[in-house]
Nanobody, 122 residues
Framework: QVQLVESGGGLVQAGGSLRLSCAAS????????MGWFRQNPGKERELVAA????????VYTDSVKGRFTISRDNAKNTVYLQMNSLKPADTAVYYC???????????????WGQGTQVTVSS
């Protein structure tokens, strides 16, 4: 079992920055890939970014490339999402997730956090 707890969400003006954190516990953190997703009411959940077990590979959805950066610190069992130049369209609940699949990028995630709200005002 893996427990994931997100933090760092909040209200920010357009153009501002936030850094989300996701603390993991329960199994060896470095044994799973991590992803950040976001979702708005009535819309499908969207993969924002993912990072491989060692941190050497990352993927991003097109709308955040150049603005968001995913990273991880395996010694601290934490994955981060640095979000810069935020736009109102980035408003959503952001979730972190863990995948034990060996394929890259993962097609499925096994564990999910509870989510943290990010609201970007115009």
């Amino acid at each position: 079992q893996v427990q994931l707890v997100e933090s760092g969400g909040g209200l920010v003006q357009a153009g501002g920055s936030l850094r989300l954190s996701c603390a993991a516990s329960g199994r060896t953190f470095s044994s799973y890939a991590m992803g950040w997703f976001r979702q708005n009411p009535g819309k499908e959940r969207e993969l924002v970014a993912a990072i491989s077990r060692g941190g050497g590979r990352t993927v991003y959805t097109d709308s955040v490339k150049g603005r968001f950066t995913i990273s991880r610190d395996n010694a601290k069992n934490t994955v981060y999402l640095q979000m810069n130049s935020l736009k109102p369209a980035d408003t959503a609940v952001y979730y972190c997730a863990a995948s034990f699949l060996t394929s890259w990028p993962p097609r499925e995630y096994n564990y999910w956090g509870q989510g943290t709200q990010v609201t970007v005002s115009s």
